[in-house]
């Protein structure tokens, strides 16, 4: 199955704003409001920092925030710190198999 | 605290079989989903399939069905991964992760088992 799709890279200086998009179809970042967003740091396990496609967990920074448009979910940071640099990747639900799907990661650089 | 706690660090020729594990506390272990998530070299993340402890229900991507079984003993609150014999296409880092009934989203991850398959 194809992942969904995810830039590669980003990148931002501390202070600003960035924006990660992930595109799938309609049957699955489309048709249903169940994406999220996970943070992993290089050699670490990955973080749940958004889910269902807006809602922060409880003690992710509300500097995160998602959100989606069509096909197309987007995870926003904003204030960036060094702390932020990692990949990032988003992942859904899908009405057919297999039931869960991965973007393949972005990789955010803070300059 | 909820936790999941992953099996250590493995090493195998191919061929050989394997089981890691993944231990459940802090919550409900029969009622929630556990996945597994594998990430090759470098490589993003792969969703395996998943189990529920409670009536050992399982959900395999097709990309995993027969390569791998789910399993869990619920008595222990742990959770298992295992290969009957392994290739050396397997080596990756294996995650655990919690997924809530009826929910769409891992929470807490596991810390990894890295898994080498190697001559």
């Known amino acids: 199955q194809s992942a969904l799709t995810q830039p590669a890279s980003v990148s931002g200086s501390p202070g600003q704003s960035i924006t990660i998009s992930c595109t799938g179809t309609s049957s699955d970042v489309g048709g249903y409001n169940y994406v999220s967003w996970y943070q992993q740091h290089p050699g670490k396990a990955p973080k749940l920092m958004i889910y269902d496609v807006s809602n922060r967990p409880s003690g992710v920074s509300n500097r995160f925030s998602g959100s989606k448009s069509g096909n197309t979910a987007s995870l926003t940071i904003s204030g960036l710190q060094a702390e932020d640099e990692a990949d990032y990747y988003c992942?859904?639900?899908?009405?057919?198999?297999?039931?869960?799907?991965f973007g393949g990661g972005t990789k955010l650089t803070v300059l | 605290e909820v936790q999941l706690v992953q099996s250590g660090a493995e090493v195998k020729k191919p061929g050989e079989s394997l089981k890691i594990s993944c231990k459940g506390s802090?919550?409900?272990?029969?009622?929630?989903?556990i996945a597994w998530v594998r990430q090759m070299p470098g490589k993003g993340l792969e969703w395996m399939g998943f189990i529920y402890p409670g009536d050992s229900d399982t959900r395999y991507s097709p990309s995993f069905q027969g390569q791998v079984t789910l399993s869990a003993d619920k008595s222990i609150s742990t959770a298992y991964l295992q290969w009957s014999s392994l290739k050396a296409s397997d080596t990756a880092m294996y995650y655990c992760a919690r997924k809530l009934d009826s929910r769409n989203w891992f929470d807490p991850w596991g810390q990894g088992t890295l898994v080498t398959v190697s001559s």
């Open positions: 802090g919550y409900s272990f029969t009622s929630n989903w």
């Open positions: 992942s859904s639900y899908r009405s057919s198999s297999p039931q869960v799907i």
